[in-house]
């Protein structure tokens, strides 16, 4: 991805606005905006034990508690499924305040000292547990990741305004070792989706967001009282999702796995070998037409107008960004496809970047590019006007494909991308360092193996 610096002009309009309206509702003063934002490495916790939901019950954990849920998540709470009752390690702190390492990857019970707030939050957070339903894809669980860093960067931020972070629904649902309860491959999971130490800000500020994110949305997210936090269509989320946590606005846990499993169901396909397939293990749901395969796509669809950051000092998000949220065919396609057939691809496209596309000397286009092996890309000869689309808003347009390159039968790709168009030159999105959305496509039916529609 492209990454650029903080601009001049941004700091320097800070600087003549003397104040920009910061997240949580506090002003960011003239200095506070020419000092570069230091991501915090720890928290400072009050810790409680918890019921089955995550709701504070008024006991602090300590000598008397130590075994209760929320102060460890092997317990003896015999009324909460996620409760191990095989093993009890009791709750690992001195004190009912401790501090922990954000990213720390420290804490297997009886062997190392515990201190791993993301490990323990995160697979809570997104529905990763014992079971053939336990799985998320790796996109989801890292997008949920700079979530979940993003908000405790802000939240330690602005604690004065929030008040000191607790380890119950309030805040973030933190139980110590659950992580630690987890499967081999589950644990290697988090393990790569909390490398990094990314997070989100505004695009004119190095500072954290807020960034709330909820269980789910019934096809579209809640207005917040942020920018950031702009009602979108959430198409993938309309069957199954419920409005049970989205309230104010922000990222859907259960709809970000749908979007990074490519399918109806947050819970994803059963196993082909299952008789519910391709369904979800209790029969619901259905593959989607578009699947996302980053995390920076899951974000940038939730959160309107924002960057994705490493560590404050390096934007990894280039400005000018698109998905689709839905994309239909006509006439049989997209594979396989002949040449010389014509079909329509109907497709919701979202703007994700962080200006709008105005038609006036520039104008904006969904276009796209034909690629196969041992071939240079070649530009499509269609194109579709997405003009006047603000960030986070969406459009439905119709874009003909009926040019495949004469380069004998077998598998193509077909590169959807949004291009700028200006003084006649086409600069596509995907320049700057924001992805095409790729389909696979067999041509003249003679491809050696069955491929997947959409791969990004």
């Given at each position: 991805m492209l990454t650029k610096k903080l601009t001049i002009s941004a700091i320097l309009t800070a600087a003549i606005l003397l104040i920009i309206v910061g997240h949580g509702g506090k002003a960011f003063s003239n200095n506070e905006m020419l000092q570069s934002y230091q991501p915090p490495t720890e928290v400072s916790l009050t810790m409680f034990r918890l019921t089955e939901n995550g709701i504070p019950n008024g006991q602090s954990c300590g000598a008397a508690t130590q075994?209760?849920?929320?102060?460890?998540?092997?317990?003896?709470?015999?009324?909460?499924?996620?409760?191990?009752?095989?093993?009890?390690?009791?709750?690992?702190?001195?004190?009912?305040?401790?501090?922990?390492?954000?990213?720390?990857?420290s804490g297997t019970p009886n062997i190392s000292p515990y201190s791993q707030y993301l490990r323990d939050i995160v697979p809570l957070e997104i529905g990763i547990k014992l079971g053939s339903q336990g799985y998320k894809p790796a996109s989801a669980i890292e997008a949920q990741v700079i979530a979940a860093r993003t908000y405790i960067y802000q939240r330690i931020q602005y604690a004065s305004q929030y008040g000191t972070p607790n380890n119950s629904n309030q805040f973030q649902v933190f139980v110590p070792y659950y992580y630690d309860t987890l499967t081999v491959l589950q644990k290697i999971m988090v393990q790569i989706a909390t490398s990094n130490r990314h997070y989100l800000s505004e695009s004119g500020s190095t500072y954290p967001i807020e960034a709330l994110f909820g269980a789910d949305n019934s096809g579209s997210t809640s207005q917040g009282n942020r920018p950031y936090l702009k009602s979108v269509?959430?198409?993938?989320?309309?069957?199954?999702?419920?409005?049970?946590?989205?309230?104010?606005g922000g990222m859907s846990s259960k709809g970000a796995s749908r979007w990074g499993f490519g399918h109806t169901s947050s819970k994803g396909p059963a196993s082909s070998t299952d008789s519910n397939y391709p369904h979800d293990a209790d029969g619901s749901g259905d593959f989607w037409s578009v699947k996302y395969d980053s995390a920076a796509r899951i974000l940038t669809h939730y959160y309107t107008g924002v960057h994705l950051r490493d560590n404050g000092t390096v934007i990894m998000t280039p400005n000018e960004r698109w998905t689709p949220l839905n994309i239909t065919w006509s006439n049989n396609c997209p594979s396989p496809i002949n040449h010389g057939q014509s079909c329509t691809a109907t497709v919701q496209v979202q703007n994700t970047g962080v200006s709008d596309w105005g038609c006036g000397s520039a104008t904006y286009v969904l276009s796209y590019r034909w690629a196969k092996s041992g071939h240079a890309d070649l530009a499509g000869n269609n194109q579709v006007s997405v003009c006047n689309l603000a960030p986070g808003n969406t459009a439905t347009v119709n874009l003909t494909i009926n040019d495949a390159p004469a380069w004998g039968s077998g598998a193509y790709l077909l590169k959807l991308d949004v291009a700028r168009v200006q003084s006649g030159s086409k600069t596509w999105f995907s320049s700057g360092g924001w992805p095409s959305y790729d389909i696979n496509i067999c041509v003249d039916g003679s491809c050696k193996a069955f491929i997947p529609q959409a791969i990004k």
């Amino acid at each position: 991805m492209l990454t650029k610096k903080l601009t001049i002009s941004a700091i320097l309009t800070a600087a003549i606005l003397l104040i920009i309206v910061g997240h949580g509702g506090k002003a960011f003063s003239n200095n506070e905006m020419l000092q570069s934002y230091q991501p915090p490495t720890e928290v400072s916790l009050t810790m409680f034990r918890l019921t089955e939901n995550g709701i504070p019950n008024g006991q602090s954990c300590g000598a008397a508690t130590q075994y209760n849920w929320g102060c460890t998540a092997y317990c003896t709470d015999p009324s909460i499924p996620s409760c191990v009752h095989t093993n009890q390690y009791p709750y690992p702190f001195n004190s009912s305040y401790p501090t922990v390492q954000i990213d720390g990857i420290s804490g297997t019970p009886n062997i190392s000292p515990y201190s791993q707030y993301l490990r323990d939050i995160v697979p809570l957070e997104i529905g990763i547990k014992l079971g053939s339903q336990g799985y998320k894809p790796a996109s989801a669980i890292e997008a949920q990741v700079i979530a979940a860093r993003t908000y405790i960067y802000q939240r330690i931020q602005y604690a004065s305004q929030y008040g000191t972070p607790n380890n119950s629904n309030q805040f973030q649902v933190f139980v110590p070792y659950y992580y630690d309860t987890l499967t081999v491959l589950q644990k290697i999971m988090v393990q790569i989706a909390t490398s990094n130490r990314h997070y989100l800000s505004e695009s004119g500020s190095t500072y954290p967001i807020e960034a709330l994110f909820g269980a789910d949305n019934s096809g579209s997210t809640s207005q917040g009282n942020r920018p950031y936090l702009k009602s979108v269509l959430d198409p993938i989320s309309q069957q199954y999702g419920t409005t049970d946590g989205t309230a104010l606005g922000g990222m859907s846990s259960k709809g970000a796995s749908r979007w990074g499993f490519g399918h109806t169901s947050s819970k994803g396909p059963a196993s082909s070998t299952d008789s519910n397939y391709p369904h979800d293990a209790d029969g619901s749901g259905d593959f989607w037409s578009v699947k996302y395969d980053s995390a920076a796509r899951i974000l940038t669809h939730y959160y309107t107008g924002v960057h994705l950051r490493d560590n404050g000092t390096v934007i990894m998000t280039p400005n000018e960004r698109w998905t689709p949220l839905n994309i239909t065919w006509s006439n049989n396609c997209p594979s396989p496809i002949n040449h010389g057939q014509s079909c329509t691809a109907t497709v919701q496209v979202q703007n994700t970047g962080v200006s709008d596309w105005g038609c006036g000397s520039a104008t904006y286009v969904l276009s796209y590019r034909w690629a196969k092996s041992g071939h240079a890309d070649l530009a499509g000869n269609n194109q579709v006007s997405v003009c006047n689309l603000a960030p986070g808003n969406t459009a439905t347009v119709n874009l003909t494909i009926n040019d495949a390159p004469a380069w004998g039968s077998g598998a193509y790709l077909l590169k959807l991308d949004v291009a700028r168009v200006q003084s006649g030159s086409k600069t596509w999105f995907s320049s700057g360092g924001w992805p095409s959305y790729d389909i696979n496509i067999c041509v003249d039916g003679s491809c050696k193996a069955f491929i997947p529609q959409a791969i990004k």
